[in-house]
């Protein structure tokens, strides 16, 4: 079983939304944090916001903040990014990693699973 499941990518203009989920497959020892990180072409993979695993600590990048919001779902175990007020510097290949040790929650090596992301493109 794939333990990280991303959906809801897809082409939209500038200022819609879109709301990207991460179907998790992992037991809560498995997993302390989900973040998403995204990848734009010919750029470095950078950190958008993480959520532990009591969904009471969060944060989001200073770049996203005021329009992405993230949450979760314990019961349907999804994690979802809302995007709000898209830019079309927000085109990039989004992807959903879950961590089970310490370490920055910012860095990507701290995240051992990784989903296979999901492509947002925003035009203008």
């Known amino acids: 079983q794939v333990p990280l499941v991303e959906s809801g990518g897809g082409s939209v203009q500038a200022g819609a939304s879109l709301r990207l989920s991460c179907a998790v497959s992992l037991d809560t020892f498995s997993r302390n944090a989900v973040a998403w990180f995204r990848q734009a072409e010919g750029k470095e993979r950078e950190w958008v916001a993480t959520i532990d695993s009591t969904g009471t600590n969060l944060d989001v990048a200073d770049s996203v903040k005021g329009r992405f919001t993230i949450s979760q779902d314990n019961a349907a175990n999804t994690v979802s990014l809302q995007m709000n007020s898209l830019k079309p510097e927000d085109t990039a290949m989004y992807y959903c990693?879950?961590?089970?040790?310490?370490?920055?929650?910012?860095?990507?090596?701290?995240?051992?699973?990784w989903g296979q992301g999901t492509r947002v493109t925003v035009s203008s």
């Open positions: 990693a879950a961590r089970s040790g310490g370490g920055s929650y910012r860095y990507q090596g701290s995240y051992r699973y």
